[in-house]
């Protein structure tokens, strides 16, 4: 069983970044499209980033592109969100997730691992 752990998440202040950390154990992660998302209170679940499983590809929300860069360490089991010029917007639990594909997307419906979630909080 793949078990996903997330860390990194804080208090920010706007423009601030932060990079959040996806451990990932139980599995090799070789075979899992991986994706980053978001819940802010009272919203719905949000697709951030997600990348293949060989790290070449990637797709951001139009929300972030530009902003946040999703990369990947197979061989330490490692997946990583770096989070530049955060908005109060931003603020949110993010979530990593492991689809038992080469491409989960953005959408979710693919996830079958889900991390318990660390909180962004971006605020001055």
């Known amino acids: 069983q793949l078990q996903l752990v997330e860390s990194g998440g804080g208090l920010v202040q706007p423009g601030g970044s932060l990079r959040l950390s996806c451990a990932a154990s139980?599995?090799?992660?070789?075979?899992?499209?991986i994706g980053w998302f978001r819940q802010a209170p009272g919203k719905e679940r949000e697709g951030v980033a997600c990348?293949?499983?060989?790290?070449?590809?990637?797709e951001y929300a139009d929300s972030v592109k530009g902003r946040f860069t999703i990369s990947r360490d197979n061989a330490k089991s490692m997946v990583y969100l770096q989070m530049n010029s955060l908005k109060p917007e931003d603020t949110a639990v993010y979530y990593c997730?492991?689809?038992?594909?080469?491409?989960?997307?953005?959408?979710?419906?693919?996830?079958?691992?889900w991390g318990q979630g660390t909180q962004v909080t971006v605020s001055s």
């Open positions: 997730a492991a689809a038992p594909k080469i491409w989960g997307g953005l959408g979710g419906d693919e996830y079958r691992f």
């Open positions: 139980g599995y090799s992660l070789d075979y899992y499209g």
């Open positions: 990348t293949s499983s060989n790290g070449i590809s990637t």
